[in-house]
C-alpha cells in the first residue's frame, strides 16, 4: 500500500500588515502595507483520489495477534511532557522568541472560534444554551475566548492532569472576576482528566445525553493519529454529542507542509527546522504508514514530544462515518489572509504581530523577508512576525467539520444525510 503524503500546499510568505487604519498616518511612525505575496498552490481537486487504502482495512493491520489494539505507547509520553511544563511567568513569556508566534496562533484560535459560534448563534433564539466540549484544553488557554462567546456550559478535559488542575483554576478566577464585575459572563463548567484517544468521554460528562453545540480541539488532533483505534476513538468524541448543525473545530500540523518540506531539506533528510522549532521523523519516511508516521516536534520552551502525521483524506473518511462533514480545511497563511480584514484590531489588541523597523541593522537577519516584500516602498515600521516564527506557525491548519442529520435504520444505527 502506497500513501501519499506528497502534495505541496500554499507557500504563502508573511507581508507586513497594516494593523489599524490609524497606522496610515505618518504621525505615530509607521508606513504599513496590507500586500500579500501568494505563492503557488496545487493542491489536487480530490483528495479522496490519494487513500489507497480503506482505513477500515487498517484496523486488522493495527491489531496484534491476540486482537489488541497497538498503537497509544506514547500518550503517556505526552501526558508526561505537558505535565511537566512549568508555567511561566508573564516576564519570562516576554523574553520567549516565539512570543509574538503564541500570540498569533492565539489569535487565530480566537478567530476560528469566533466564526463558528456566530455560525451557531445565528441558528438559535437569544438566550438559548450553548454547551462547548474543549477536547485536551491543556491549561485553559481558551478559557476567556469561551467567556467571550457567551456559552453556557463548558466541558474541559486533557491527558495532563496538571493542567486540567490549573484549568479549573483559570475558572474559578473567572467566576470570582464576574461576582464583583456586572460586564463578566458566568457560565458552568466540569473538568476531567483522560486520554481522548482511547476513553468514551461522553460516558464522564456529568449529563451523559447532554447536546453540545462545539467541540474544540486546539493543537491536540494530531496526537490521535497514533493508530486507527485512537483516530476513530477521538473523531467519535468529538462527533457523537454534537446537535445536527453544530461544529467540530481543529487547529493541527499540515501533513503535506511537514512532507514538502522535509523533501526541500534533501533526498535523506530525516528532519528540518530553524531556530524556532524542528521535526526529527522516527519512522521510515520512504514507506510511511496511514497512522503511526511519527516525528518527534521540538518548539522553542513549550513543546518537545512525539506527534504523527495527519492524513488529511482519511480523517475526511473517519469523520463522515461519524455524521462530520468538511467545511473549511485552510492552512493558517490562509486563514491569516482571509480573517484579517475582520480581525484586524483584535491581532493588534493581541500582539499577534511584532512591531518592527525593518531597516535598523540589527533585525535585518530576521526579517529580511520583509525588506525584499516592501521592495522600493519605505516604512519606519510595520507589523510582521520573523521569518523563523512565519515558517513554525505556518506548518498548522485550521479546520472545520459540521454535524449532519440523521435517522435510523432498523438496527438502530444512524444513517448520515450529507449535503453532498
Ligand atoms: C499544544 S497543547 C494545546 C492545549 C490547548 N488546546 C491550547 O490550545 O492551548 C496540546 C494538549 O493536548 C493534550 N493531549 C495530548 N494528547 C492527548 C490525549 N490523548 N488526550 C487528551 N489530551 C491530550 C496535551 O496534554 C496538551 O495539553
Request: charged fraction near 30%; hydrophobic fraction near 35%; proline fraction near 3%.
Amino acid at each position: 500500500m502506497s500513501i501519499n503524503y506528497e502534495k505541496s500546499t500554499t507557500d504563502e510568505q508573511l507581508a507586513p500588515v497594516k494593523l489599524s487604519d490609524d497606522d496610515e498616518s505618518e504621525d505615530n511612525n509607521t508606513k504599513t502595507t496590507t500586500e500579500q505575496s501568494t505563492g503557488k498552490q496545487n493542491r489536487s481537486e480530490n483528495d479522496d483520489a490519494d487513500v489507497e487504502a480503506d482505513p477500515g482495512a487498517e484496523a486488522e493491520a493495527d491489531a496484534d495477534a491476540d486482537g489488541e489494539a497497538i498503537g497509544a505507547a506514547n500518550t503517556h509520553v505526552v501526558a508526561h511532557h505537558y505535565n511537566e511544563l512549568k508555567e511561566t511567568g508573564r516576564k519570562e513569556r516576554h523574553k520567549s522568541k516565539i512570543l509574538y508566534m503564541r500570540n498569533f496562533n492565539n489569535w487565530i484560535k480566537s478567530q476560528l472560534i469566533n466564526e463558528y459560534m456566530d455560525l451557531i448563534k445565528q441558528q438559535k433564539r437569544v438566550g438559548d444554551a450553548l454547551r462547548v466540549l474543549d477536547m485536551c484544553c491543556g491549561k485553559g488557554g481558551d478559557l476567556l475566548k469561551w467567556e467571550k462567546a457567551f456559552i453556557s456550559h463548558l466541558i474541559c478535559t486533557d491527558i495532563a492532569e496538571v493542567s486540567v488542575e490549573q484549568c479549573q483554576q483559570r475558572y474559578q478566577d473567572i467566576l470570582q472576576r464576574a461576582e464583583s464585575s456586572k460586564f463578566a459572563h458566568k457560565f458552568t463548567a466540569e473538568f476531567f482528566a483522560c486520554d481522548s484517544t482511547m476513553v468514551r468521554l461522553r460516558e464522564r460528562y456529568k449529563d451523559a445525553s447532554l447536546q453540545l453545540n462545539l467541540v474544540s480541539c486546539q493543537f491536540a488532533f494530531h496526537y490521535c493519529f497514533e493508530s486507527l483505534q485512537q483516530a476513530d476513538c477521538m473523531i467519535r468524541n468529538a462527533a457523537e454529542c454534537l446537535q445536527p448543525g453544530g461544529y467540530f473545530i481543529a487547529t493541527f500540523p499540515d501533513a503535506y507542509e511537514i512532507m514538502k518540506r522535509l523533501r526541500e531539506a534533501g533526498p535523506d533528510a530525516r528532519g528540518f527546522g530553524n531556530d524556532v522549532y524542528s521535526i526529527e521523523f522516527e519512522c521510515n519516511t520512504k514507506v510511511l504508514p496511514l497512522f503511526g508516521a511519527k516525528y518527534r516536534f521540538h518548539l522553542e520552551g513549550v513543546v518537545d514530544c512525539p506527534e504523527f502525521l495527519v492524513h488529511f483524506p482519511t480523517l475526511v473518511k473517519l469523520a463522515r462515518r461519524h455524521g462530520l462533514q468538511l467545511v473549511r480545511r485552510s492552512s493558517f497563511a490562509e486563514y491569516f489572509k482571509e480573517t484579517l480584514p475582520q480581525g484586524r484590531q483584535l491581532l493588534q489588541r493581541m500582539s499577534g504581530l511584532e512591531t518592527i523597523q525593518p531597516y535598523r541593522c540589527d533585525t535585518k537577519d530576521q526579517f529580511e523577508h520583509v525588506l525584499r516584500i516592501l521592495g522600493t516602498q519605505r516604512a519606519r515600521s510595520v507589523g510582521t512576525l520573523s521569518k523563523a516564527e512565519w515558517e513554525a506557525t505556518t506548518l498548522y491548519l485550521v479546520c472545520a467539520f459540521k454535524k449532519c442529520k440523521n435517522s435510523w435504520d432498523a438496527n438502530g444505527k444512524p444513517v448520515f444525510k450529507f449535503d453532498d
